[in-house]
């Protein structure tokens, strides 16, 4: 604690000592919730896995705290999370992606590889730095396309249905689709305040 903190704390005692117990506590609890936000913050929106996100992440060319907001969103980080459609584990990967991504990487796949972290983690980052490349970096419309298909996100741009940007999201034909991109961004600045590295 550097000499401002401490002064800070002195004058919550000194106002609690002196029997002005409701200013000291809201005082004392400003003064912990400036100390304790990004700690409390990182229970809420934990990072498991980070060494092994992060790693990948670098290779694929994806931010690791956006990768981080996709799980946290798609699984709440469950290894043996199952959607209704079919998708497995930590990065909710279709079995066909991972069969194509396994193919593209000249690896052996088996579907109940998708609920193992080291399989699903690298699958599913490669596939959305693949999506990356595919839309020129463009991180809403990879998420887009990571949700509905990298062909259905370029036929909603060909055809005007949609114009890719976020401030236009209201726009994007499918609503699942359009919750699910305003999702992860919401949830992406919370990862980038609690784990991003100071520049």
Request: hydrophobic letters at 45%; proline letters at 5%; one cysteine or more.
């Amino acid at each position: 604690m550097d000499l401002g903190w401490e002064r800070v704390v002195k004058v919550i005692f000194f106002v609690i000592k002196k029997r002005q117990l409701k200013i000291g506590l809201v005082l004392l609890m400003s003064l912990l919730g400036v100390a304790l936000h990004k700690p409390v913050g990182r229970l809420v929106y934990p990072f498991p896995y980070r060494e092994e996100i992060e790693i990948r992440s670098e290779y694929a060319g994806v931010d690791p705290q956006l990768v981080a907001a996709l799980i946290y969103v798609e699984s709440k980080f469950d290894p043996k999370a199952r959607s209704t459609k079919g998708a497995r584990g930590l990065m909710q990967i279709m079995p066909e992606t991972a069969a194509w991504v396994s193919a593209q990487k000249g690896l052996a796949f088996q579907v109940d590889d998708l609920d193992r972290p080291e399989v699903n983690i690298p699958l599913g980052v490669w596939y959305l730095g693949y999506l990356f490349r595919e839309f020129n970096g463009d991180r809403v419309l990879a998420l887009a396309a990571y949700n509905a298909g990298g062909e259905k996100v370029k036929a909603w741009l060909v055809s005007g249905a949609w114009t890719g940007r976020v401030d236009d999201l209201h726009r994007i034909p499918y609503l699942e689709t359009r919750r699910y991109v305003a999702k992860i961004m919401r949830t992406y600045c919370f990862y980038r305040y609690l784990y991003a590295q100071p520049e």
